[in-house]
Structure formats: C-alpha cells, structure tokens
C-alpha cells in the first residue's frame, strides 16, 4: 500500500473502487467504499480469499451493484474487497500465486494479500467483518450414504475458546439467528455450518486460529460472521448459480441491516489483562447429549430430508488449559522470523533494557520443557506438554518485549505460550523448541 493513498480518507456514497495494494503476481487488489458518512458501525465484506470461489466475488459485487442502484441509505460505512485473491482468480486455483490458501494464513501472514488484509483492517478499525466463500454440496463420504448437503447459505461465527464468551454467544450469535430466519422467511435454506468428518465428527467450523474469522476476532476483538454459499456444481444450470448468488446477496443485506439496527457496539472492545487474566490457550471438543439432526438432500430423490448425522456431534469446546497473562513476554531478539510476525499483526514492542529510564521487570520466568509429546501431523500442536518454571531477576538485554496490555494481548498468549493448542510452536519456522530438557525461549515478565 502507497502512503499517500488513503483508502478510507473520506468517506462519501459508494465509490467505483480503489486500488490499495497488489497481488503475488502483481495484479490489483481493490476496496470500495460507502454508505453513511461517518456515522453507523463500520463493515467490512472480504470476498474471494478462495480464487475458486466466483460466487462468493460475484455475491460481493452484485451487493455494491444494489446499493449503488437504490442510492438509499444503507446506515453503515461500508468498505469492500470482492477479490481478495485475483491471482487465484485468474488462475482458478483455491490458493494464491505462491500456493497457500489465504483462508489459513491469518495466525503466519506468509501471503502479500492476507498480510495487506490485515494492514488495512488495522487502519480502518471495522466493527463487524463478512467473510463471503462457496461451499462444496457433495462430500464424498455423505455421498456414499446417498447424501449432500442443500443448504443455500450456512453460517458462523468465531469459536476459538480465548475469545470473551461475548462473541462466540451473545448478540452476535443473536444477529446470525435472525439473519438465518430473515433467510428462511424468503424462501432460502440457512443453517449454522455444521461439518461431517471423514473421522466420524459432527462440529462446527475449526477453533483454529488460522482463519481470518478467529484471527480477527483474537488480535482485534473484532467480530467476524463466516458466510458460505453453496457452490452449484459445474453443471449445474444457470438457475443454480442465480439462487446461490440472491441468497448471498440477500445475506449480505441481512447483515448490513443488521449491523445498522446495533451500532457501533458490536465489537468487543480491546482484550487487556484487566479483562482477560487467563487465557484459555488448550481446549477439547464437548460431545452433546443427542446427535445432531441437519436438513440435507437425498442424491436419488433430489428432496431434502431431515436426518440425524452420523458420528460424535461436539457442538462446543470446553477450555482445558489456561494461562496466566503476565505483564509482558519477552522474545529473543534474535528469533528474527518471530519478532517479525509479531510486528506484521501490528503488536507494539520495547527493548525494555534499552528504553529510557528503565526499570527492569520485577520477575522473570522461564519454562522448563519436562515433557511433550510431539504430534506426528505436521503444524499441530505437542500434546502432554508438561513445563516447570523458573524464577529470577536476570537482565532482558538481547529480548525484545511485548506488554499484554495493548490491544489483542490476550492473543500474545494464544501465539506464544508453549503449551497453546493453537500456538506458534507448532510451526518449525519460528525457533520455538519443545524437545524436553530445553528451556523454552521466550520469558514472562511481571512488573
Ligand atoms: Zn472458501
């Protein structure tokens, strides 16, 4: 993104778009803007992370098409992306130009595209986040049971068990209820994305914080609604792909209106210590007392039918490990890579042994690695992490600190407690060893 160009500089009805940074392989990425000036809560709609997914673009630009049309108030500011992957786009591919799936990218921001996502989200400081995909009806392993899914729109929310209760229920749960039953009484299938495993599960989207619907909802305390079409298959009739594109686009004005009738106090406001003194940073999926029933279509009939899903259903995570947030965590300067991750999602950092007048923390710990059990998948987490810490006043010369009383600090724990099951020691890339006997290197500080 070029410094003079301020893409939300002024707001006025909506514009014909406003190229703010540029793909992979060189081509434009582009926002438009609208809708109320400076007044209302400010949404923003991301589309086609996936660059397979040309329904969820094309929901996204129909939208801005309406709201151009009708020139009526829409009672928010509006900032849209329609194509966030146009190197994906031009290449049908699901991935960018580099080969990642955009939609995996937001604890790592290895790509330009999600790294200028997020960029922009840090200025702009939305209320409310849409993010538009496509969801595949027909899975292999329902389709041996004779089924596929038929839902015209799925939704949901942020999961991850470290967010305040807030926005995984709460008025946002509400808002995606209503904006379900908006879509019924229209004559649209809607439901709470539920997922079956090939593992035999039943459960909701991923608690993982790869996404942009957790990552944004951790780092900024933004709340996310994930928004999934149905993607008629290749040859499907045009009426197929009619249905998906009005029943996006009706979802997004659901939302919009939505959005309007609750202000600005959709989001939860910044997560410092004094909110969040522990961190749920382990979890385990909770098996609910009856199967889960969902409306799918039988492949023979074409006539959907209610039906109890097979496998465990585990509606809900139940946090099994906390932390305790310190004042600060101190990283090793030397750990490059990581430092520059933790600058990338915007964290404010001090050299505390360099700063002015310093006063050296009253408390250092640092944890030992007694055990660990290291998962055979690759990007998971060690499992039976046991840590025994050590106490003492040493110097933090060589470290580069990051207080959790700015915003999102409750993510600094999520990302870099050892034992987190979403955490960066998962990933070899970053210098955070795990094999017991070692001394984990990043520090707690208190005081
Ligand atoms: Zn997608």
Known sequence: MSASLDPFASASKLDHGEVVGSSTQGRAITIHRGGADDCGPRVLLVGGQHGDESLARGAVNRFLQTVRATNRTIGVQLAAIADLNPDGHAAR?????AGIDLNRDHQRLHAVETRLLHQLVRRWRPDLIVDVHTYPSRRKHLLQRGWAYCHDVFLDLPNNPALPASMRRG??????????????????????????????????STADVVDARNQF????????????GKQPRRAASSSARRRTRQALVRTLQHIVDWAAA?????????????????????????????????????????????????????????????????DAYAVPTALAGLNQLLAAHGFQSGSVASAPGHRPPRLVQQYMIENCVLSRRPDRAARQVSLATRSFRGSLAGYTCYGTDQRGGSCLAVLLEPNSKYGLARYGEYGLSLRPGDTYPILRCEG
């Open 262 to 326: 609750n202000g600005t106090g959709l989001a939860a406001r910044p997560t410092t210590l004094a909110d969040h003194p522990r961190v749920a940073v382990g979890c385990r999926y909770q098996p609910a007392d009856a199967p889960a029933r969902l409306l799918l279509e039988q492949v023979d009939s074409g006539q959907p039918k209610e039906v109890e899903l097979p496998g465990r259903y585990t509606p809900t995570l139940r946090a099994t490990q906390y932390a305790r947030l310190p």
């Open 171 to 204: 008025k946002l749960n509400e808002g995606m209820h209503r904006v379900m039953d908006q879509l019924r009484e229209e004559g649209f299938l809607a439901d709470r994305y539920l997922l079956v495993r090939r593992s035999g599960r039943v459960r909701h």
């Open 93 to 97: 591919t699901r991935r960018n130009a």
């Open 217 to 228: 909802a951790l780092r900024y305390g933004i709340p996310v609604i994930l928004v999934e």
